[in-house]
């Protein structure tokens, strides 16, 4: 078993988005987040070691890379920043994954095939009204077992279970998480900002 503190001493060796972009909401999970979430996933639930995974939306790719480190059969992350995926690319080969990894610059719907597992920090919406619905029609149609993670709150967990419930899965767990995020943009006036998120663990219905 790969110690958490190990995977998350290696996923903060990772660089981050070089010009993030406000309207696409990029902002780079944290180490220790990705490592909880990843954590979870593979030694809780086995749906990471051995298997195939997507990262969809995979910024520059730390929660693709961190499967990869535990175990991953194969890795494919999409984003639709082609600087992103660069460093994603940059990023697998500095923790020498990139024999398992495969990125992808293009808009998440070209993905086609069938995943065991996606792992994703999609946008809250915040910015764009209902991108986070994309990603998680995109997740149920290409995954078996879906990791995604949401801004917390009642309203928006209702609307959650109901778009998964249409879209033919089941809503397995629900797990309670920070996401602080460093100063990312101009209009950010604090040292650091700290967000209630859900990861929600979601199964394809047979």
Same mark, same amino acid.
């Given at each position: 078993?790969?110690?958490?503190?190990?995977?998350?001493?290696?996923?903060?060796?990772?660089?981050? &988005?070089?010009?993030?972009?406000?309207?696409?909401?990029?902002?780079?999970?944290?180490?220790? @987040?990705?490592? /909880?979430?990843l954590y979870l996933a593979a030694y809780t639930y086995g749906d990471i070691v051995g298997k195939t995974v997507s990262d969809l939306g995979c910024g520059t790719g730390r929660l693709?890379?961190?499967?990869?480190?535990?175990?991953?059969?194969?890795?494919?992350?999409?984003?639709?920043?082609?600087?992103?995926?660069?460093?994603?690319? &940059?990023?697998?080969?500095? @923790?020498?994954? &990139?024999?398992?990894?495969?990125?992808?610059?293009?808009?998440?719907?070209?993905?086609?095939?069938? =995943?065991?597992?996606?792992?994703?920090?999609?946008?809250?919406?915040?910015?764009?009204?209902?991108?986070?619905?994309? =990603?998680?029609?995109?997740?149920? /149609?290409?995954?078996?077992?879906?990791?995604?993670? &949401?801004?917390?709150?009642?309203?928006?967990?209702?609307?959650?279970?109901?778009?998964?419930?249409?879209?033919?899965?089941?809503?397995?767990?629900? =797990?309670q998480m920070k996401l602080v995020i460093p100063p990312t943009f101009n209009f950010h006036r604090k040292r650091k900002y700290q967000v209630n998120v859900d990861l929600y663990r979601?199964?394809?219905?047979?």
């Amino acid at each position: 078993m790969y110690q958490k503190r190990r995977l998350e001493i290696a996923l903060s060796k990772l660089r981050p &988005h070089p010009s993030p972009k406000a309207y696409l909401e990029q902002y780079t999970i944290p180490p220790n @987040l990705a490592a /909880e979430i990843l954590y979870l996933a593979a030694y809780t639930y086995g749906d990471i070691v051995g298997k195939t995974v997507s990262d969809l939306g995979c910024g520059t790719g730390r929660l693709g890379i961190g499967a990869a480190i535990l175990g991953a059969k194969e890795v494919i992350g999409v984003d639709l920043d082609v600087a992103a995926v660069k460093e994603a690319q &940059h990023n697998a080969s500095i @923790l020498r994954v &990139h024999k398992v990894t495969s990125w992808i610059a293009a808009d998440i719907n070209v993905l086609r095939g069938t =995943f065991d597992t996606v792992v994703q920090n999609p946008p809250f919406g915040v910015q764009r009204r209902t991108a986070d619905r994309r =990603f998680l029609q995109k997740a149920l /149609e290409v995954g078996e077992v879906v990791y995604s993670l &949401h801004k917390s709150g009642m309203p928006n967990r209702e609307f959650i279970k109901s778009l998964v419930r249409k879209c033919e899965g089941n809503v397995d767990g629900i =797990f309670q998480m920070k996401l602080v995020i460093p100063p990312t943009f101009n209009f950010h006036r604090k040292r650091k900002y700290q967000v209630n998120v859900d990861l929600y663990r979601i199964v394809k219905r047979k």
